[in-house]
């Protein structure tokens, strides 16, 4: 059983800059991968970004100039470092762990970018 925590959403003004944790906790024995994908309303879950137990990151396309991706191991914590942030990204964020053939989601975090 693994618990997924996210904080950092909220409202900001465009061109602004946004931080995301999601603290992990539970049964986590083995190497984990964890991410964040995000969903707005009416349209299907997307990719933000995923990084390895060993540092390996992907972004999705429409984001990957402007977010970073990166873990604490001691703390079982990822973070996403969003910049430059557009109307286009308001949305709910979930956090995402991933471990042997078990996939946890946390209940996600709103977040709105509008002036």
Do not use: H
């Amino acid at each position: 059983q693994v618990q997924l925590v996210e904080s950092g959403g909220g409202l900001v003004q465009p061109g602004g800059s946004l931080r995301l944790s999601c603290a992990a906790s539970g049964s986590i024995f083995s190497f984990y991968s964890m991410g964040w994908y995000r969903q707005a309303p009416g349209k299907q879950r997307e990719l933000v970004a995923t990084i390895t137990g060993v540092g390996n990151t992907n972004y999705g396309d429409s984001v990957k100039d402007r977010v970073t991706i990166s873990r604490d191991n001691a703390k079982k914590t990822a973070y996403l470092q969003m910049n430059s942030l557009k109307p286009e990204d308001t949305a709910v964020y979930y956090c995402n762990l991933r471990q042997a053939s078990y996939s946890y989601w946390g209940q996600g975090t709103q977040v709105t970018i509008s002036s």
